[in-house]
């Protein structure tokens, strides 16, 4: 019987229905993952950037600061004034240290070999144990590369040292003054944070610095490590008009003159304050200025030059606070004071100017002058007789500019002190420069006994800086510059971002009235007039001498003054001296001015190319003799009766401030 075979079943397929709902399903699924797929596209097309920084926030990330350099400030040759050096601080980075067991001994083991005064072993034991997750240790701060690069080197020599790890150095900058105290009023200083303290650190504290820069790294989506610098911005330069050889002349004149009075007649300085100018009158440069008191730019705060240890630690903050503030300011720019006969000039220029006096004018000098009630003396009590418009000036007589005062009157007298600046700040590139308008009279207040003092310098106050540009319109032909310090910004590679040539403000005088002011003033010091203490032999100069009593009047505090220029012809420097209560029996000599100025001049004329161009007389008359206060200077012996009640009365109006050395006058 044949057997037959067994008919297998052909597989059972989905029925149409459930092929449908497949389909369905399917199809349900590739439209999701095409809106999917549209939705990212979307999502990284318009916030990208936004989650990307969220998933690179949420991985490894570092952040270093890169601190920029500020600026170096020059002399006007390029010798370096201040200038900021780099320093390291050293770090410790325990999380990376204690990665590897193998890393901790040898690291340690350098660490002392190479900071062995500076580092100590059971520290950084201490904070590898107690703190082994810290990132961010500093072992000691703002050492000089000289000091780390030994430990640099090891670090960087892996085939020898593979286990040296988890340490790095922070840069940042420190402020260096390679000269200590020179121009210390003019430089200034800077506290932590690059700002700065007064000077042109203050000034153009702005210029100086720049913006910091910074690093980041990151582990990117693909946990690779990427990293992105922004450099920083590195601040300007300044070269100054200072020149630093006339400077360290001016300040070791000052320094001579302070050693050789102290104590000589009173146990104090040689001096309250002494202050010191040289300009360029063609630009109204300045080419030095110096002060007593002044201080250490390197160690500002140290009052030990001037202070005891134990009135140091007697003093509170408050007062340690003025004493430095004392000791910080610019007598030059800051302080007011009478400036006594220096002013006559200005006094004659406006008269000439207004046709109110004329060259040929004569003055009877009796020795004294009546304004109403009051007597006010002159500096000769017995009279120098009849004075010449040039005499008057050689003699500086009061009376007689007293007599001119009149002819000139209230309105021109009131005018030209606008002209020439006074009550008016020069804005001068310096800060703490003293307001000085209300120190002086307006035309309506200008009484008859006002306007007679305030011709010979009593009875107003002004400030050195004012006098000094003032006085260079008068010598070179009337044009008035304002004064700065500052030549040239120039940015870290030496180009020129601003240059000041000179800034012409105002013609003061006609060149006609300044060549005349100059024959006056070169017969002060040339011939027999109160400024031969100054004269340099065979060098032809000009100038006047200054003499104020100070308040409160009648207690022999007075404040000398020279100013000068040179040559004759064609003026190349101004140079301004004042000694505020010189160290003496007799202060009333305006030869301790005049001799700081002539031991200057004869240091700074062969640098400054200035020659010799008059005959040197050998014999005894051409001899410089010290001029004492018995009538041969141009300061009364005592003050004037009527003009000290005056200006007792004008006090207690207010409209005449304290003595100079009051610093809440200023």
């Known amino acids: 019987m044949k057997s037959r075979k067994k008919r297998t079943r052909p597989p059972k397929r989905f029925s149409k229905k459930m092929q449908k709902k497949l389909l369905v399903v399917f199809a349900i699924i590739v439209i999701l993952l095409v809106a999917l797929i549209i939705r990212l596209m979307y999502i990284k097309q318009t916030s990208g950037k936004k989650y990307e920084k969220i998933v690179l926030s949420q991985q490894g990330y570092d952040s270093t600061l890169i601190p920029y350099q500020r600026g170096s400030i020059t002399d006007s040759k390029g010798t370096i004034l201040a200038t900021s050096v780099d320093v390291y601080n050293v770090i410790l980075d325990c999380k990376v240290l204690n990665s590897d067991e193998k890393n901790v001994e040898p690291t340690i083991e350098a660490l002392m070999q190479c900071f062995p005064d500076t580092l100590e072993e059971g520290t950084i034991r201490e904070l590898i144990v107690k703190k082994p997750e810290s990132q961010y240790n500093v072992l000691a701060k703002r050492l000089p590369y000289e000091q780390i690069h030994q430990f ?45 303290m007064n000077g042109v650190e203050y000034f153009y504290n702005s210029e100086l610095n720049g913006i910091n820069g910074r690093e980041y790294g990151y582990l990117n989506s693909d946990s690779n490590y990427e990293k992105n610098v922004r450099p920083a911005v590195n601040g300007n330069n300044l070269v100054l ?29 040689g001096a309250e304050h002494i202050g010191v100018i040289v300009m360029d009158p063609n630009n109204a440069e300045v080419l030095a200025m110096a002060n007593y008191p002044n201080y250490d730019l390197t160690n500002p705060w140290d009052l030990s030059a001037y202070y005891t240890e134990e009135e140091i630690s007697a003093m509170d903050e408050d007062t ?45 000098c009796d020795g004294v002058e009546q304004i109403a009630t009051h007597d006010i003396h002159c500096v000769k009590r017995a009279g120098h007789g009849l004075e010449t418009m040039k005499k008057a000036i050689m003699d500086s007589c009061n009376d007689a500019l007293m007599q001119m005062s009149y002819k000139i009157g209230p309105a021109n007298f009131a005018k030209y002190q606008k002209i020439f600046g006074f009550g008016y700040k020069t804005n001068i590139d310096l800060p703490g420069e003293a307001r000085t308008d209300g120190l002086i009279y307006k035309e309506s207040d200008l009484t008859t006994l006002n306007l007679a003092t305030n011709a010979f310098g009593q009875n107003f106050n002004t400030t050195m800086i004012q006098l000094a540009s003032a006085f260079c319109s008068i010598v070179n032909g009337g044009s008035y510059y304002q004064p700065h310090v500052v030549k040239k910004i120039t940015d870290e590679s030496g180009n020129i971002i601003a240059e000041n040539k000179g800034t012409l403000l ?104 200035i020659y010799p161009d008059e005959e040197v007389r050998d014999d005894k008359e051409g001899e410089q003799q010290e001029i004492s206060p018995d009538g041969t200077t141009d300061v009364p012996e005592q003050m004037p009766e009527g003009a000290q009640e005056a200006m007792e009365e004008n006090d207690r109006e207010g409209r005449i401030d304290a003595p100079a050395d009051n610093p809440d006058a200023n």
Request: net charge negative; charged share 20%.
């Open 320 to 364: 340690k606070l003025k004493a430095l503030y004392k000791v910080w300011m610019n007598f030059c720019t800051t302080y007011t004071y009478e400036p006594g006969s220096t002013v006559k000039p200005f006094t004659v220029a406006a008269g000439l100017e207004t046709g109110t006096l004329d060259d040929s004018m004569t003055f009877l």
């Open 506 to 609: 105002k013609e003061t005088i006609s060149k006609q009235t300044s060549d005349l002011l100059k024959q006056y003033l070169y017969g002060t010091v040339s011939e027999e007039g109160t400024g031969q203490y100054a004269k340099v032999p065979g060098y032809s100069m000009g100038g006047k001498t200054g003499t104020a009593q100070k308040l409160p009047r009648g207690q022999d505090n007075y404040l000398v003054s020279f100013i000068g220029y040179a040559p004759q012809e064609n003026p190349q420097l101004v140079i301004y001296c004042v000694v505020d209560e010189p160290n003496a029996e007799e202060q009333a000599n305006s030869a301790f001015a005049q001799g700081i100025v002539k031991e200057i001049l004869t240091e700074i004329f062969p640098y400054m190319n």
């Open 152 to 196: 640099v080197e090891l670090q960087n020599d892996e085939k020898n040292h593979p286990f040296i790890k988890g340490v790095w150095f922070e840069k940042e900058y420190i402020r260096k003054y390679p000269y200590d105290s020179l121009a210390s009023a003019v430089v200034g200083f800077t506290t932590s944070g690059n700002l700065g």
């Open 241 to 269: 008009t200072i020149d630093a050889n006339i400077q360290t002349v001016v300040e070791k004149k000052i320094s001579d003159f302070l050693k050789e009075n102290e104590n000589k007649f009173t146990q104090r300085a």
